[in-house]
C-alpha cells in the first residue's frame, strides 16, 4: 500500500510503516493523518502482522506537525487537527500488535510523540527527539506533556519542555526513553520486532495492555486538558507570530534561492 504521504509494506510477520514527505522532514499534515490512521488500521486487521515498526523517509523521522498548515488555520480547524492527530497516537497504543519507532534524524513535537505511543524506540546514535513546541508559544498537543513525564520522570520532562532544547539519542537512552541506539537503525527495530512476532498474539496483546496500564493511570483527563491548553494558546497573538515567523523564514530561503 502506496499513499502520498506514507508507505506501508509487509516484512513477513512485521508491518513497515514509513513517514514519506522527506522535503519537509515528515512534517505531519491532516491528510498524512489519515493516511498514518488507514495504515494502523490495516496492521490492525491482518492476523499474519504480529509487529509494526515506524520509521520516516530521507533520514529523518518526523519534524512534527505541520507548522505551515497552522499558519492558514482557524481556531477550530487547528482542534480538529488536534483531535485527528491524537486518534494516531491513541491507535498506536490500542493495537493490540507490538509498535516499535525506527528514530534517524529528528524526532521532534508530533514525531516524538509518536515514538512515545511505540512500546519501544530504537535510535540512530545522530538523532535528536525533543518537544520544541514552546518555541512557538505552545505546548504539545499529541500526549507530550502526559506521556513524557509518565515515561523520564517530572523533572526531565520539565527540562525538556521548557526549554524545547533537542535531546540527544545517547541521553534519552541513558534516561530510559530510548530502548537502544544502533548505527542500523532499522535492522535493530526489525530484529526485535522479528523476535516478538514470534511469540502468540494473544499473550503479546496482553502484555502490551498490561504494560500501558502499568504507567497510563489518569492518562485521559491529562490528555484532554493538554488539548485544551494547546488551543488556547493558538489563539493568542504571541504564538500565531511565532508560526507566522516559522513560514516566513521558509519563505525567505526560498526567495534568496531563487535569486542565488
Ligand atoms: N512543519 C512544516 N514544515 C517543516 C517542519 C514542520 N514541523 N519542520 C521542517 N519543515 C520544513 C522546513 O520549513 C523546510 O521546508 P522549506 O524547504 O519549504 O522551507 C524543510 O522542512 C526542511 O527544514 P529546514 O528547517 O530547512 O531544516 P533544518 O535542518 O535547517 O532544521 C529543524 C531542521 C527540525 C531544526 C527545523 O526544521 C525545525 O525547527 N522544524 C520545526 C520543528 C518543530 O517546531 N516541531 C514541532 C511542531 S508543533
Given at each position: 500500500m502506496t499513499s502520498a504521504f506514507i508507505d506501508y509494506e509487509r516484512r513477513g510477520s512485521v508491518a513497515l510503516l514509513t513517514f514519506a514527505r522527506p522535503d519537509q522532514l515528515n512534517a505531519m499534515s491532516g491528510a498524512m493523518v489519515e493516511e498514518i490512521l488507514a495504515a494502523i488500521a490495516t496492521a490492525a486487521d491482518d492476523p499474519a502482522i504480529r509487529a509494526l515498526v515506524l520509521r520516516g523517509a530521507g533520514g529523518n523521522f518526523m519534524a512534527g506537525a505541520d507548522?505551515?498548515?497552522y499558519a492558514t488555520q482557524s481556531a477550530e480547524a487547528f482542534r480538529d487537527f488536534q483531535e485527528s492527530a491524537g486518534r494516531v497516537y491513541g491507535a498506536l497504543e490500542a493495537l493490540p500488535k507490538?509498535?516499535?519507532?525506527?528514530?534517524?534524524?529528528?524526532?521532534?513535537?508530533?514525531?516524538?510523540?509518536?515514538?512515545?505511543?511505540a512500546d519501544l524506540i530504537v535510535t540512530h546514535p545522530e538523532a535528536k527527539l525533543g518537544l520544541p513546541e514552546v518555541k512557538l508559544g505552545l505546548v504539545p498537543g499529541g500526549g507530550g506533556t502526559q506521556r513524557l513525564a509518565r515515561k523520564l520522570g517530572p523533572?526531565?520532562?520539565a527540562e525538556l519542555l521548557m526549554t524545547g532544547r533537542f535531546a540527544s539519542a545517547q541521553e534519552m537512552a541513558d534516561w530510559g526513553v530510548v530502548n537502544r541506539v544502533a548505527d542500523d537503525t532499522l535492522g535493530e527495530a526489525l530484529a526485535l520486532a522479528e523476535q516478538m512476532a514470534r511469540h502468540p498474539a494473544g499473550a503479546l496483546a496482553d502484555l502490551k495492555k498490561l504494560n500501558l496500564a502499568a504507567w497510563q493511570t489518569g492518562l485521559e483527563a491529562g490528555l484532554e486538558a493538554e488539548r485544551d491548553a494547546v488551543c488556547a494558546l493558538f489563539l493568542t497573538g504571541d504564538g500565531m507570530q511565532r508560526i507566522r515567523?516559522?513560514?516566513?523564514?521558509?519563505e525567505h530561503r526560498k526567495a534568496e534561492g531563487a535569486k542565488a
Open positions: 507548522i505551515k498548515a507490538p509498535v516499535i519507532a525506527a528514530v534517524e534524524g529528528y524526532a521532534l513535537g508530533g514525531g516524538f510523540e509518536i515514538a512515545l505511543s523533572n526531565r520532562a515567523d516559522f513560514v516566513t523564514r521558509s
